[in-house]
């Protein structure tokens, strides 16, 4: 019996970086890939078709929280079902039978352009331009065999559109990860499967908090108390309410009844406490050639 295709909504063209995560996240499932161009394409594709996931980017090691798609995933009724750390590597690709002296442009999303800028000092005579999405750069390159000009991009995208790598590898900084978020409507679902496994260890939320001397603090010991791990927390200024912020925050834990009991400890300090959702620690991967993935344990 031929397995049913599962959707899953990517933010750029198929070959970026959104679309290896995807495909190392979901393994052998058979995808069917959505594109949408921008973060807020996403977020309405997934409105629109309830029986679709999605994934996005919310950080990078090099940049930092990708702070808009913390509003909209708060805004949204999606739940976080998992992750995926990806370690992005950018390369210089082409039409076939050209060297890099032949080429004028290189098109490209801004943070793949500038992830990859001291490799482009030693070819002043090539622009960078800055483009929607590096995989679609690729694919412009590739429908309208434009010669003389490149773009950066994966090497699934190289794959996919038939093109020639000019140069591998060519990001400054050879630690770049991107953690990536697999949400979809079908939380409860999910969570419920991964807790008869016992894989639940993670978690997401969001709260604020009175303007009160030490109410962050409070909270943090109460966590401690119950052995629970606090790995990030993000926070972001509540709109229209000087000087109020509300929390995003990661934790880890190892008893999932011991993690439920401390959000009870800490609802009566908050406020608007929610739950984005509860799910596994993601792994870790190298993408390699032909768009293989080389896992490495969970971090």
Known sequence: MKQAKKKIAIQGWPGANHE??????FEDEN??????????????????????YGIIAIENTLVGSLLPNYTMLKDSDLVIIGEYKLRIKHQFLALPGQSIEDIKEVYSHPMAIAQCEAFFKQYPHIKLIESEDTALSAKRIADQQLKGIGAIASELAAEMYELETL??????????????LIVSDRG???VDKL???????????????????????KILTILAFYNINLTKIQ?????????EYL?????????????????????????????????EKG???YPVNNGHLETEKAV
Not at 235 to 243: A, N, R, T
Request: glycine fraction near 2%.
């Open 31 to 52: 995808l069917e890939v959505v594109p949408c161009l921008t973060f807020p394409d996403l977020f309405e594709t997934l409105k629109q078709d309830r029986d679709c």
């Open 188 to 190: 409860k679902t999910e």
């Open 20 to 25: 290896i995560a995807a495909k190392a996240y």
């Open 283 to 285: 792994r870790q991967s």
């Open 235 to 243: 926070s972001l200024p509540i709109v229209g309410q000087e000087w």
């Open 195 to 217: 807790l008869l496994e016992n894989r639940v260890n993670k978690s997401s939320i969001v709260f604020s908090l009175p303007h009160e001397e030490g109410s962050l603090s």
């Open 167 to 180: 140069a591998k590898n060519i990001e400054t900084n050879k630690k770049n990860f991107t953690r990536f």
């Open 247 to 279: 929390f995003y925050v990661d934790l880890t834990f190892t008893d999932y009844k011991r993690y439920l009991q401390s959000l009870d400890a800490i609802r009566p300090l908050t406020s608007k406490l929610k739950s984005l959702g509860e799910y």
